[in-house]
């Protein structure tokens, strides 16, 4: 059996680079609570505070389409109950190639909320 070690990966028609060890597009791990900070990342560029849990993620090498898949996970460290995210599908805002639309609500009660532990992971080509 070979073993093939790279730093980078690039898919064909892609021009964007993106590390082995994220093997997803883009990844994000941030506090929601007071002033929005992004902990950890990879390919997000910033993090937009909209209001009371609606943040948008800005990526740093834009997706090929819109298509993209997103998923998300938020709560509150020390509370019974987790949230249930929506990703890029709240009011008239939608994904788009170089951003999603991340809404943390209760799963108890549906309200929007802002967590400390919020977590998104982004699958797609890149442009």
């Known amino acids: ?16 680079s993106r590390a082995v060890s994220g093997v997803a597009a883009a990844w994000v791990n ?5 002033t929005a ?7 997000v560029t910033s993090l937009t505070d909209n209001s ?8 740093t090498s ?3 389409t819109s298509d993209y898949s997103a998923l998300g996970t938020s709560h509150n460290a020390g509370t ?17 190639v170089g951003s999603c639309l991340f809404n943390p609500s209760t799963s108890i009660t549906n309200v929007a909320q802002d967590c400390n532990i919020t977590d998104g992971c982004y ?5």
């Open 1 to 16: 059996m070979s073993t093939i070690k790279v730093d980078s990966i690039q898919a064909t028609g892609e021009t964007a």
């Open 30 to 34: 941030f506090d929601g609570t007071g």
């Open 37 to 43: 900070a992004i902990r950890n990342s990879t390919n």
């Open 52 to 59: 009371t849990g609606n943040f948008t993620i800005n990526f």
């Open 62 to 64: 834009n997706f090929a």
């Open 80 to 96: 019974a109950y987790s949230s249930s995210p929506n990703m890029g599908i709240s009011g008239t805002s939608s994904r788009a």
């Open 123 to 127: 699958f797609g080509d890149l442009a």
